[in-house]
Every structure is written in structure tokens, then in C-alpha cells.
């Protein structure tokens, strides 16, 4: 034989041999995913509490979801949170409920770090026309599962367009700070003692789509039947654990950006914010952002069904499993443990034609050492 076919076969079994071991590697991420719940509609938001208690939300996108925020009790099965009557909106009675006693289109649920649950409600079922007088945060206590405040988020606010769509907070618990994800991207910072809110990098680049992006999975252009693509505004956010520090991206974008929350402030011109804003990495089409308590900021990558994390300027994949059918958004237990949900958005009626209105969703956990 040759030198050159030996070498050639050397380098076959080398191939081969690699191949198989990223085939090993890929099945050893995935095992570190568990399935911690199965929902019979889709979910979106995740939250667990210092105590371990789990929380999920179905936003009311393609059907007139039964539940809008559930506790996920240890046996998998769902209780209306905090009662039965903030869950009792229904499309179909729109005209007889007052959106602002009801949770009419829940995007996300964050607990606060002081013993409240913060449920955000955009206030758009189907993720369209926003009902005048539905968007809102509504502050659950809870020990005493009771809501305790609402705060209105005004129209000069929530303009007709906007998505409120995820939010995190000041370490004091005073301020939130949430992305509007809508036709004109944003921050929105709300006082959350006083109700007063206002928008902040308003239209600015970091803030909006990045028509240079296009959202794919399995190598294949993700569109609605009528050409239409995702298009997503401001919508992953996470916050340092000094709350210094505000981190966003668009989720149709490939850039990670940071401002210092004191340029957030009420007060400050959009110049001097604009100035403030700095690039952090570029990254690739992500849904959920979260800093963990070991300062480690996590990301989701739908297109590529993985969870991945950034170390220094760069984007390393912590696992990968296809059973991450668009994973959405994070929390963390109290023990470390990741948790995030799988929205299964291109499974829906938006891409899918023929797809039933109500979708099958998961819950996932992994080890905050998955990827090491």
C-alpha cells in the first residue's frame, strides 16, 4: 500500500473517530437535560423562588390558553396562581372583564428577590392589538399568595405596538426594567414604588431588529405561510448582580449590548444613553437571557436547539438537545439549577399551517456545570 493511502486511511479513522465523538459528546449534553413538565398548551415564562416553588405562564398567542400563570405542584400538575379568578379572562368574554383585573396575555413571570412574584402582561392576545388599559405588572406576595399591587403601564408607555416581554430588577426590588419586543423596540424602566414608568432607547439600533438577521433552524429560513419572517425587537434581558449593569439583545439580532442601569434613569437624554451603549459580543438569533448567581450569563439559541453562555467576549454552547424546540426562557433554583422552557414557536399555527391551536410544551432543568 502507499504512503498516501495509509495516510488517507489514517485520517478516515481519525474522521471517523472524531465523529464519533462529538456524536458522544452531543448525547452526553443531552443527557444533562431533564424534562421536569409536559403542558398541554404553550408556555413561555418560568419562574422558581428562593423556597423551590416553580412557576410557569401561556400567553395567549394561538388559543384562548385556560390558564395564563400556574404553579407547578411536585406531582407536574398546575394550579391557577395566585387564584382561579385572575386566570378567568377569556378571549371570548373580552367585552364583560376589566383588563385591568385579569390576566388577559401573560408573556413572562420573574420573582423580585424580596418575596414577590411579578407577572407582566403585555396585553395583546395573539401578540397583536393591544387592549387599551391591559398592560400591567401585577406583584404577588408570595406568602400570602395575594396580589398586592397593580401598576399600569400608560399608553404613552406601552404604545399601540409594543410587546412588553420580559423584565428584571434593581437588587433593592425597586425598579424593573423590561424590553419591549414590539413594532418599535425599547427599554422600559417603572418605578415599581410609584407606578411611573418611561421608555428608554427608544428606536435606537441596540434596541431593534437587525434586518441583516435572519432567523433559521435546520439550516432553513423560518417564515409564516405569507413569506413573513420573526421579527423581533429587544426581548432577551439580564441584569449583573451589582444591578450596574443591563444586558439586551433583539431577538431577531446577533448582538449583545450593555448600558449602566444610572443612564436608564429618569432624567437622563436619549444622547447621553445612546452614547452610553456598548457592544458585549456578537452572538447569534437568542429568546431568553439570564445571569445566574455565579455570574454567568446564560443564552438560548433556538436555531440550533441549545443553551449556550458567554465566556469573556465569546458564545460557548453549554449543551444541546432537540428537544429544546425553541427554548425560551430561564430561571434558577435555589440550589443552582437552571431551568427552561421549550415554547415550540415554529410549531405553531404562525409557521406550521394545520397545526392545532393549543401546542404541547415542556419544562427542562439542567446542571449549571452542563458544557464543563
Known amino acids: 500500500m502507499k504512503a498516501s493511502s495509509v495516510a488517507a486511511g489514517i485520517a478516515a479513522v481519525g474522521l471517523v473517530a472524531a465523529a464519533a465523538a462529538g456524536v458522544a459528546q452531543t448525547r ?9 413538565a409536559q403542558f398541554d398548551h404553550q408556555a413561555t415564562g418560568v419562574a422558581v423562588t428562593a423556597d423551590g416553588r416553580r412557576f410557569v405562564n401561556f400567553p395567549r398567542w394561538t388559543d384562548d390558553a385556560p390558564i395564563s400563570v400556574a404553579e407547578v405542584l ?145 439550516g432553513k429560513p423560518l417564515k409564516r405561510p405569507d413569506g413573513r419572517q420573526p421579527a423581533f425587537a429587544a426581548d432577551g434581558i439580564a441584569i449583573s448582580k451589582d444591578g450596574k449593569t443591563l444586558y439586551y439583545q433583539a431577538l431577531t439580532g446577533k448582538t449583545l449590548y450593555a448600558i449602566d442601569t444610572a443612564k436608564l434613569r429618569d432624567g437622563v437624554s436619549e444622547a447621553d444613553r445612546a452614547a452610553a451603549v456598548r457592544t458585549v459580543a456578537q452572538t447569534h438569533v437568542a429568546d431568553g437571557l439570564w445571569m445566574s448567581r455565579a455570574g454567568v450569563l446564560y443564552l438560548t439559541s433556538p436555531s440550533d436547539y ?53 401546542i404541547k410544551t415542556e419544562l427542562f432543568s439542567f446542571a449549571p456545570n452542563a458544557g464543563n
Not at 28 to 36: G, I
Not at 76 to 100: C, F, I, M, Q, T
Request: glycine share 10%; net charge neutral; proline share 8%.
Open 28 to 36: 452526553s449534553r443531552s443527557a444533562q437535560l431533564k424534562q421536569v
Open 74 to 218: 411536585p406531582n407536574g400538575s398546575l394550579r391557577p396562581y395566585p387564584d382561579a379568578k385572575w386566570n378567568s379572562w377569556r378571549n371570548a368574554r373580552a367585552n364583560e372583564l376589566s383588563v385591568g383585573e385579569y390576566f388577559v396575555c401573560v408573556q413572562s413571570i420573574v420573582p423580585d428577590g424580596h418575596g414577590n412574584l411579578w407577572v407582566l402582561d403585555p396585553g395583546a392576545p395573539g401578540d397583536e392589538k393591544i387592549l387599551e388599559g391591559a398592560p400591567k405588572l401585577v406583584k404577588v406576595d408570595l406568602k400570602t399568595n395575594q396580589v398586592t399591587k397593580v401598576i399600569p403601564v400608560p399608553g404613552d408607555v406601552a404604545l399601540q405596538g409594543t410587546y412588553l416581554n420580559d423584565i428584571r430588577f434593581s437588587p433593592d426590588g425597586k425598579i424593573g426594567y423590561i424590553t419591549d419586543s414590539g413594532t418599535r423596540g425599547a427599554i422600559i424602566v417603572v418605578d415599581l414604588e410609584n407606578g411611573k414608568s418611561h421608555r428608554a432607547l427608544d428606536g435606537h439600533p441596540s434596541t431593534q431588529v437587525d434586518k441583516t438577521v435572519t432567523v433559521t433552524l435546520d
Open 306 to 358: 441549545s443553551i449556550k453562555r458567554l465566556n469573556g467576549g465569546a458564545v460557548e454552547t453549554v449543551l444541546t438537545d432537540r428537544r429544546l424546540r425553541w427554548p425560551d426562557t430561564f430561571s434558577e433554583g435555589p440550589d443552582g439549577t437552571m431551568y427552561v422552557t421549550a415554547s415550540h414557536i415554529q410549531d405553531t399555527q404562525w409557521f406550521t399551517p394545520g397545526a392545532p391551536p393549543s
